[in-house]
């Protein structure tokens, strides 16, 4: 799967932003529809953290406690697009967000970056006190 993000930029704290990826078919042939998707991010004072995940089997959503009851994702299968809302951001939500493509779906495996084997090259959320 190949992927491509859009929608970072800069934004004040407390504002929202909708960050999209979008999947294209690629040669392994794996249907958007059976790989789970994930949201990381990476700053420059921090390693690769897991943002947030939707399994494909179970619909089921996980998110990082720093970013419960604000972020949201969703995806839309017709359209091969997963979607990050971030609502009420943080300074400290500042960085490079990365979306990945999984073909596994349960918790463990989805909190793990060690476990999508496609991402997209990413897109820098800048949020300004």
């Known amino acids: 799967v190949q992927l491509q993000a859009s929608g970072g930029g800069l934004v004040q704290a407390g504002g929202s932003l909708r960050l999209s990826c979008e999947a294209s078919?690629?040669?392994?042939?794996?249907?958007?529809?059976?790989?789970?998707m994930g949201w990381f991010r990476q700053s420059p004072t921090k390693g690769r953290e897991f943002v947030a995940a939707?399994?494909?089997?179970?619909?089921?959503?996980y998110l990082a406690d720093s970013v419960k009851g604000r972020f949201t994702i969703s995806r839309d299968n017709a359209r091969n697009t997963v979607y990050l809302e971030m609502n009420s951001l943080k300074p400290e939500d500042t960085a490079v967000y990365y979306c990945?493509?999984?073909?596994?779906?349960?918790?463990?495996?989805?909190?793990?970056?060690?476990?999508?084997?496609?991402w997209g090259p990413g897109t820098l959320v800048t949020v300004s006190s």
């Open positions: 078919a690629s040669t392994v042939g794996r249907p958007f529809a059976t790989d789970s």
């Open positions: 939707k399994s494909y089997r179970s619909g089921a959503i």
């Open positions: 990945a493509a999984s073909p596994y779906y349960s918790y463990s495996d989805l909190t793990s970056s060690y476990r999508y084997d496609s």
